[in-house]
């Protein structure tokens, strides 16, 4: 089945140790999105990346980094996570940014920082 | 500066009975609605959508409704099941922007 995937599902880390999230898709998606979802709001994008094209929300802070090697892979970089940082982070999918996309998430990597 | 609002974090509602989550937004040019169903554990599924030019959508046991003039939408699943207890997310989306979700609504279905 075509799906997103994301590992590890549980991470931990420690104050100010670089992590890194990844996900996965089998869908040929051209679009890959990052959010992070804190208890009880709103997912908030973090960035997303059209293709190889970068695109970077203006209120994302400098510690959080992406990169996509290849149309399946997207990784999410965390340089010096702080305890602000834990939250659950979503990966999502989206065939394209037109009209009536429909994004496809996977099932997400709750960060704990100790 | 929330751009779509989901008022009532949690529901309760009795088996055979209709659920309505509601929705509303702020930007007036979403042209294109969402809701997704999120259970623990689990990444948010996709639902239902509707687009501004439809004020209806429906799709079995789930209508999803909408009055741009409010900017204002609702889910509607009628009758409810136990396994539709979930979170509910409204999410909204103008062409060739990024979507926009809210906070969710946690509907309890009670045998």
């Known amino acids: 089945d075509a799906m997103v995937i994301q590992n590890p599902r549980y991470q931990v880390t420690q104050f100010g140790k670089p992590v890194t999230l990844s996900c996965s898709q089998t869908?040929?998606?051209?679009?890959m999105y990052w959010y992070q979802q804190k208890s009880s709001q709103a997912p908030k994008l973090l960035f997303h990346y059209y293709d190889k094209d970068f695109n970077n929300e203006a209120d994302t802070p400098d510690n959080f980094q992406s990169r996509r090697p290849n149309t399946s892979f997207c990784f999410l970089d965390i340089r010096s996570p702080g305890l602000g940082d834990a939250a659950m982070y979503l990966c999502?999918?989206?065939?394209?940014?037109?009209?009536?996309?429909?994004?496809?998430f996977g099932p997400g990597t709750r960060l704990l920082v100790l | 500066d929330q751009q779509v609002k989901q008022n009532s974090p949690s529901l309760s509602v009795q088996e055979g009975r209709i659920s309505i989550l509601n929705c509303d937004y702020t930007?007036?040019?979403?042209?294109?609605f969402l809701w997704y169903k999120k259970y623990p554990a689990e990444g948010p599924t996709f639902l239902i959508s509707i687009s501004s030019i439809k004020d209806k959508n429906e799709d079995g046991r789930f209508t999803v409704f909408l009055n741009k003039s409010a900017k204002h939408l609702s889910l509607h699943i009628v009758p409810s099941q136990p396994g539709d207890s979930a979170v509910y997310f409204c999410a909204a989306k103008d062409y060739g922007q990024n979507f926009v979700f809210g906070p969710g609504t946690r509907l309890s279905v009670l045998p």
């Open positions: 869908l040929n998606h051209n679009v």
């Open positions: 999502a999918t989206s065939k394209d940014r037109l009209f009536q996309e429909t994004q496809y």
């Open positions: 930007n007036s040019m979403f042209d294109y």
